[in-house]
C-alpha cells in the first residue's frame, strides 16, 4: 500500500536525518476516499521504460478493458 501524505508532510517524510520513527509514523493517517480520483490509463504504465507524461493521460474504457480473444 503505497503512503498518502500530505503536502506539507512531504520535507518530514523525505529527511535522510529524520531517526525518531515516531515522527513520520504521525504522518500515516488514512487518507479520505472522497478525495482520490482514479481512471483508466494505457498498457504503457506496465513498462519501465516508458516515463514520460503520457502516462498520466486518461485511457479509453475500451483500451483499458482486456478482452478474452
Known amino acids: 500500500m503505497p503512503a498518502i501524505l500530505k503536502p ?3 520535507e518530514l517524510w523525505l529527511d535522510p536525518g529524520v531517526t525518531n ?3 513520520v509514523t504521525d504522518t500515516l493517517k488514512p487518507f479520505d476516499a472522497q478525495w482520490m480520483k482514479k481512471w483508466p490509463v494505457s498498457t504503457r504504465v506496465n513498462r519501465v521504460e516508458n516515463d514520460d507524461e503520457g ?3 486518461r485511457a479509453p474504457i475500451a483500451a483499458a478493458m482486456p478482452t478474452l480473444f
Request: without cysteine; hydrophobic residues 65%.
Open 55 to 57: 502516462m498520466f493521460a
Open 21 to 23: 520513527v515516531a515522527l
Open 8 to 10: 506539507e508532510d512531504y
